[in-house]
């Protein structure tokens, strides 16, 4: 009989959604070194870190028991996610920054280029960018390719409409839904877009 020690993660992880609870032990010490001394190097403070490692296991145990998690062979690349997107909020919380939500009638991405930034913004601008580059990836083409135009190349709608050869109305449909999904996936993947 295999051990729970053999296992591979994703293993572990569907064995612990399944109702096998004490795997998740073996999840945490194979995984807790690597993430606590990662958060530890973030916020040079080992109650802080301490706190923080908590609060990561804990969104960690949420999202499997809810079953929201998407394993894509990735446990480890997605709980450092977790970390990293607690260290910055803190970092914001202690910093008091102003918080910015995107919505629809208000975009994120008109935020990022009119911000004074410190070297914790500049980290938080480059996580931001990292991670709406990950959320852009995963939406359908058509979107992407609407958002790209619209953000990046800085295009019209008439003119998007013109080079994608639909309607001014579906490319603002598009983009609409780009920014639905972009804000479902963000919080599927446990990501603040804010800054």
């Known amino acids: 009989?295999?051990?729970?020690?053999?296992?591979?993660?994703?293993?572990?992880v569907m064995a612990y959604q399944e109702g096998e609870q004490q795997v998740f032990k073996t999840l945490l010490q194979r995984h807790k070194q690597k993430v606590y001394n990662y958060i530890l190097s973030l916020v040079k403070d080992k109650t802080l870190a301490d706190d923080i490692f908590q609060d990561t296991f804990i969104k960690v145990i949420n999202t499997l028991r809810s079953g929201t998690y998407r394993d894509e062979g990735k446990f480890i690349q997605w709980v450092m996610r977790i970390?990293?997107?607690l260290v910055i909020d803190h970092v914001r919380k202690s910093q008091k920054f102003?918080?910015?939500?995107?919505?629809?009638?208000?975009?994120?991405?008109?935020?990022?280029?009119?911000?004074?930034l410190t070297m914790e913004d500049r980290m938080i601008k480059k996580q931001i960018y990292n991670d709406i580059h990950f959320l852009i990836k995963?939406?359908?083409?058509?979107?992407?390719?609407?958002?790209?135009?619209?953000?990046?190349?800085?295009?019209?709608?008439?003119?998007?409409?013109?080079?994608?050869?639909?309607?001014?109305?579906t490319a603002l449909g598009r983009m609409r839904y780009a920014l639905i999904n972009i804000r479902r996936l963000a919080e599927e993947n446990s990501i603040v877009l804010s800054m």
């Open 1 to 12: 009989m295999e051990t729970t020690d053999q296992r591979t993660d994703y293993e572990l």
């Open 138 to 169: 995963q939406l359908p083409k058509e979107q992407r390719r609407v958002l790209i135009m619209r953000h990046y190349a800085d295009m019209s709608f008439k003119e998007i409409a013109e080079k994608t050869g639909v309607s001014i109305n």
């Open 98 to 116: 102003h918080m910015v939500y995107s919505t629809e009638d208000y975009d994120v991405f008109d935020v990022l280029n009119s911000l004074d």
């Open 83 to 85: 970390a990293h997107n």
